[in-house]
Each structure stands twice: as structure tokens, then as C-alpha cells.
């Protein structure tokens, strides 16, 4: 069942989302070569809880770390680790996750390690263009579909595949509420946007196809061949304008 936010709650889910917000901030800030992903999640997790937040993904499903650090073909669930040492070329998707106050906020920046590829720096301009492309069509009146298919269009455009596998979805006093928001789809379906709704939208996007695997740590999603990977995410709530991004580290 879909969760309507009355005013009292989005407050509370906007001061969710900047902490959030400044926090992958800080993660982009140490993302730096010669850090460990092990090291950038210490960071992150500090700032959140020095802030009176929480890291929820920490025990979710038994995921053992705080957050998500996926590098170039790791798409997303990256394990954090102190042998995972990022070094110049890499980019390195940080998915943050912040709970304040029972809300959550939601949110990822892939980052460029030091001067990185061409393809990397052109994946990572067309999945960023691709979230405000779907962020343009969260509003109320239109459908989910209507985000879905935006992303879906603006990617394909540069010739680069939406993942299928993993999508989009409501978030609010639970990490993954309905709706299901996925990146991928025709106009026109899947449940009305009202105001009120909160929704994390999150083109997931590979270089070559959009199959996936997951790795022998039961998280680790990786492209089949290889090829780089691009993650970008915000929470956003329906008003009866334009959609909120609440995952700003200063509204």
C-alpha cells in the first residue's frame, strides 16, 4: 500500500534526506585514491550517526556494512572493504542511506576517482541526466510509467542499457515501500502520483547490456561482461509543482 506523507512527516523526511545528503557529499569528498571502500564507509557512518541518525542498511536482509560502495563494473550492494583500495581511473557509485527521527533518506552519486575513461565520464553524464530526466515527470497527475519510461528513453539514447533487475521504489519510515518505481517502461502505467508520495528514483545503468550477476558474497551485483556500471539516486515527494528532491544537502 502506497504511504501518503501529511506535512508533519515530510518535514521529517526532508531533515532525513539532507542528512543523507551532506553525508554521501562527505563520501565524494574522501573518494580519493588510496582510500578504502572499509575507510569511506567508517566516514560516512560517523557523520550519520554524530548527527543523531542511523545506518539502516547495516543488518538489512544481513547486508554487514552501512552502506553501498560499488566500483566501476559493481553496479550495486558493494561490501565495503579494507582491500578494496580505489585507485586513479576507478568510479565508485556511493549509495547512502540515512535514518533520522524513524524517516529515511535515500540517495547515490557514482564519483569519478582522480581523471577517469571517456565511456566512464559519458556513462556517468547519461545516468545523471537520466535521473532528472524521471525527476522532470514526478508530478502529480502522471504515472509511474511516465518516470519509468523518461529514464529509459534517455539512456537508450546514448546506446547504453537499463538494468531490469533492480528498480526504483517508495521510501519513507521504511527503506522500500510502495510503489515499485522501476527504470524501464511505457508511459502511462503503474499507479497515479499524488502528492504526498515520497520516491526514491534511481537510473541503474550498464555500459553494454543490461543483465546482471550477483557475486558469491550474495550481494556483489556486477555486469555480466565486465563493462562499467552508473548509479545515481534521489528521494523525491509529490507536491501538486514540480517534485521535491529532498536529498539536497541544503534546502
Not at 500500500?1 to 543523507?20: C, D, R, S, Y
Not at 554487514?64 to 563494473?73: G, K, L, T, Y
Request: with cysteine.
Amino acid at each position: 500500500m502506497i504511504q501518503i506523507k501529511n506535512p508533519t512527516e515530510l518535514k521529517m523526511m526532508l531533515m532525513a534526506g539532507e542528512l543523507a545528503a551532506q553525508a554521501l557529499e562527505l563520501a565524494g569528498k574522501n573518494a580519493v585514491p588510496g582510500i578504502s571502500t572499509w575507510e569511506l564507509d567508517r566516514i560516512v557512518a560517523d557523520y550519520i550517526k554524530s548527527h543523531g541518525g542511523s545506518c539502516p542498511c547495516k543488518g538489512y536482509g544481513g547486508f554487514p556494512a552501512n552502506n553501498c560502495f560499488s566500483v566501476n563494473e559493481e553496479l550495486i550492494h558493494g561490501i565495503a572493504s579494507k582491500n578494496k583500495i580505489l585507485k586513479e581511473g576507478d568510479i565508485i557509485s556511493c549509495d547512502i542511506v540515512a535514518e533520522l527521527n524513524g524517516f529515511m533518506g535515500d540517495n547515490t552519486k557514482t564519483f569519478k576517482i582522480g581523471k577517469v575513461s571517456d565511456e566512464a565520464e559519458r556513462l556517468m553524464k547519461a545516468t545523471e541526466e537520466a535521473l532528472y530526466k524521471g525527476i522532470e515527470q514526478a508530478v502529480a497527475g502522471n504515472r509511474v510509467g511516465d518516470i519509468s519510461n523518461a529514464i529509459q528513453q534517455h539512456v537508450e539514447s546514448y546506446g547504453y542499457a537499463v538494468v531490469r533487475k533492480f528498480i526504483g521504489h517508495g521510501v519513507g519510515r521504511d527503506m522500500h515501500e510502495d510503489p515499485e518505481v522501476p527504470n524501464f517502461g511505457k508511459p502511462g502505467r503503474g499507479p497515479r502520483l499524488t502528492p504526498g508520495m515520497t520516491i526514491a528514483i534511481e537510473p541503474m545503468v550498464n555500459t553494454n547490456f543490461p543483465e546482471v550477476n550477483i557475486l558469491g558474497d550474495k550481494w556483489t551485483v556486477v555486469t555480466t561482461d565486465g563493462s562499467l556500471s552508473c548509479h545515481f539516486e534521489h528521494t523525491v515527494a509529490i507536491t501538486n509543482g514540480e517534485a521535491l528532491i529532498l536529498t539536497l544537502p541544503e534546502h
